[in-house]
């Protein structure tokens, strides 16, 4: 079954930088898209990131353009967000995610705090 095991989340000061990651499995990783999503407390999950199944494309929300990097590496299953000059606005659950056949996957989520 597909399985999206996240890591990496914590506790940062603001202008701080943390690397999330998600393992994949159970599909072949290489033919889908993967996406971070991120959730704050009292807000609906919203997109932060995107890219490709081959990696050649990447989008963002605009409200991390220009200090988050979404990556991947097909042979080791594994996306990763690198997260750079974090704001306390960015606290939130960060969920690794893949649409397989028009079906949502997530993974259990893990928790960015940004504060002094």
């Known amino acids: 079954q597909v399985q999206l095991v996240e890591s990496g989340g914590g506790l940062v000061q603001p202008g701080g930088s943390l690397r999330l990651s998600c393992a994949a499995s159970g599909f072949t990783f290489s033919m889908y898209a993967m996406s971070w999503y991120r959730q704050a407390p009292g807000k609906e999950r919203e997109l932060v990131a995107r890219?490709?199944?081959?990696?050649?494309?990447?989008n963002y929300a605009d409200s991390v353009k220009g200090r988050f990097t979404i990556s991947r590496d097909n042979a080791k299953n594994t996306v990763s967000l690198q997260m750079n000059s974090l704001k306390p606005e960015d606290t939130a659950v960060y969920y690794c995610n893949v649409f397989i056949r028009s079906v949502p996957y997530w993974g259990q989520g893990t928790q960015v705090t940004v504060s002094s």
């Open positions: 890219i490709t199944n081959t990696g050649g494309s990447t």
